[in-house]
C-alpha cells in the first residue's frame, strides 16, 4: 500500500531515450534533453507560486536507472549516476536540475555512452 505525505511526494519522473528524447515525463521541462558526451542535464518545470517565484525544491532525491534494452554490453557492466539537485537560470526562472552521467564497459574500458534512463524526483 502506498500513500501521498506533502513532505515526502513524487516531483517529477520521466523516461528518456539514448537521444534525449522523452518518451514519458511529469514535472520536467522541454520537448528534450540534451546530452553532452555521457551528460544530460535534466531541467525540473517548477511550479511558480503566486509571489512569482519558483517553488524550490527541498531534501529531494532523485532515482535513476539505465534501461537494460539501451546497453551494448553485459548489463553488469553499465553505470548511471545523478547529482544533488542544484539551482540555475534557465528560461529566464531559477530552475531546478539535476545531472545523469552514463558509462558502459567496453574491451575492458569504461566508455562515456548515453544510454536510455528512467528517473524519478522525490522530495518536499
Known amino acids: 500500500m ?11 519522473w520521466g523516461e528518456i ?11 520536467i521541462s522541454g520537448p528534450s534533453i ?7 542535464t535534466v531541467w525540473l518545470d517548477n511550479a511558480v507560486k503566486p509571489d512569482g517565484f519558483a517553488f524550490a525544491l527541498g531534501n529531494t532525491s532523485v532515482t535513476a536507472t539505465i534501461e537494460s534494452s539501451s546497453a551494448n ?5 553499465v553505470t548511471i549516476a545523478v547529482s544533488p539537485i542544484q539551482r540555475a537560470l534557465h528560461n529566464a526562472l531559477y530552475t531546478d536540475y539535476f545531472t ?3 558509462h ?8 562515456q555512452t548515453p544510454l ?9
Open 73 to 77: 554490453s553485459d548489463p553488469g557492466c
Open 2 to 12: 502506498g500513500a501521498t505525505y506533502t513532505d515526502n511526494i513524487i516531483r517529477a
Open 100 to 102: 545523469v552521467w552514463t
Open 34 to 40: 540534451t546530452w553532452i558526451g555521457n551528460m544530460a
Open 104 to 111: 558502459t564497459l567496453n574491451s575492458g574500458t569504461c566508455t
Open 116 to 124: 536510455a534512463f528512467t528517473f524519478k524526483v522525490c522530495g518536499r
Open 17 to 27: 531515450d539514448a537521444s534525449g528524447i522523452i518518451l514519458a515525463s511529469f514535472g
